[in-house]
């Protein structure tokens, strides 16, 4: 089941930017950065109310997000859902014709498991799934 929007990504070229207009924007400061290595990517999470908002800046030319600016330019790059069974969501999503970049969650940032489907199928729109980490 997804439960909610758990944040909206937005790719972002420069933090240095982006983040005083974030802040502006949504009066406050961020909550969390954090670097996800294996992505070459920094995000900055804000809380907005039950969702949050996720800048992504690529840490090297050749990362997706940087990619995506260079095609694209910056702005929305993915919505993520939050789910209570992310493995059993992929099952659910592939039996219905959508196709999966991550055939099966990987570890992403904010304590999560994540798991990406592919634009093509989803009408231009990246979708994560993402699912709490439960830490022992
Ligand atoms: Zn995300």
Request: charged share 25%.
């Amino acid at each position: 089941m997804l439960n909610k929007i758990e944040h909206i990504g937005i790719a972002i070229k420069d933090a240095l930017v982006s983040e005083p207009i974030f802040n502006a924007l949504l009066n406050q400061k961020p909550t969390k950065r954090e670097v996800v290595e294996k992505e070459n990517v920094q995000t900055i999470f804000y809380q907005v109310g039950e969702s949050k908002i996720e800048l992504l800046q690529s840490l090297s030319d050749e990362g997706a997000i940087a990619k995506f600016i260079a095609k694209k330019g910056e702005g929305i790059h993915h919505i993520a859902f939050l789910v209570d069974d992310i493995v059993a969501e992929l099952a659910r999503l592939k039996s219905e014709g959508f196709q999966l970049i991550n055939e099966s969650p990987v570890p992403g940032a904010d304590n999560k498991l994540i798991a990406f489907v592919h634009p093509k199928t989803t009408n231009g729109v990246l979708i994560e799934l993402c699912q709490e980490v439960i830490k022992n």
